[in-house]
């Protein structure tokens, strides 16, 4: 969580609601103002800035989150015969390079990337489109239905096609965007984004594409949550409406919403009896 001058979105929002400002979700010098005066008020630092350790005391749900240097409060162990063995022996080096720091957040987490991925089952972008499904999945790209009879169930085509030229890719021709296609339990796509997470782990993930799908799958997913902002919207409880609008970071929209709220009560309730 860093929510500063230039922020915006839903958490800076919630952070207004919280100090009785106007919610407009754009983080300016009057919130800023604002969150100083609170901070002083509380003990902390008045810095202007919205950190893991100003959140935890904001809202009273995100109070049991382990702070930096604290001792981390997961019941992991519960989850065995729950979620398959490879991520639990994946959990570890997740929960250390991220901050799944409580058991909220690692049912958001769990729940997410249990739906995202099919249960667990894939870690690759699925690619195997034909004709019909290409001009309704990507419009922009295949407008006619002959380019579309080209390009159907060839991956490396319609990645290096629909990827292109964003996101860091290089053209077609690069096939930057087959080599640096979705991998991993919440897809990390494109060629910046892998070069992030490689910086992100000391490791050259970015030169070996295959190991975010094979050893960093659930890593790269909590990767996603920290770059996302993710977890701010965690803490805010084990409610209908927290699980929603982590859908809509994640997903653009609510697709999924009730499955994605089935799991997320399983695991909660597993992980806090």
């Known amino acids: 969580m860093l929510l500063r001058i230039g ?3 839903d958490d800076v929002k919630a952070l207004q609601e919280k100090l009785g400002a106007a919610a407009d979700g754009i983080f300016g010098s009057g919130t800023e103002q604002l969150v100083k005066a609170w901070q002083t008020a509380n003990g902390l630092t008045a810095d202007g800035i919205v950190g893991d350790r100003t959140w935890a005391v904001l809202f009273p749900v995100a109070q049991i989150i382990a702070l930096e240097g604290e001792e981390k409060i997961l019941n992991i162990d519960r989850l ?11 959990l570890d080096d997740a929960t250390v390079k991220s901050h799944i720091t409580n058991n909220l957040r690692l049912a958001h987490f769990l729940s997410q990337c249990c739906h ?6 894939s870690t690759t972008e699925n690619l195997n489109y034909n004709a019909k499904g290409l001009l309704a999945t990507f419009p922009s790209y295949f407008k006619e239905e002959g380019l579309a009879e080209k390009y159907q169930h060839n991956a490396e085509m319609i990645a290096s096609r629909v990827y292109a030229n964003r996101m860091g890719n290089g053209d ?3 096939k930057d965007g087959f080599t640096f296609r979705g991998r991993g339990y919440i897809q990390l796509t494109g060629k910046a984004n892998y070069q992030k997470f490689a910086a992100s782990l000391g490791i050259a993930v970015d030169t070996n594409p295959d190991m975010v799908a094979t050893q960093y799958a659930l890593t790269s997913a909590a990767y996603f949550f920290t770059e996302n902002s993710l977890w701010g919207i965690c803490d805010q409880g084990a409610t209908g409406d927290v699980i929603s609008r982590a859908t809509k970071r994640i997903n653009g929209g609510t697709n999924g ?3 994605r709220t089935k799991y997320f009560n399983n695991y ?4 806090t009896a």
């Open 268 to 271: 909660y309730a597993l992980l």
């Open 172 to 174: 077609e021709n690069s």
């Open 7 to 9: 922020s915006r979105g």
């Open 257 to 259: 919403l009730e499955e």
């Open 80 to 90: 065995g015969g729950h979620v398959p063995d490879n991520v639990l022996s994946q």
């Open 116 to 121: 995202e991925s099919g249960n667990f089952k």
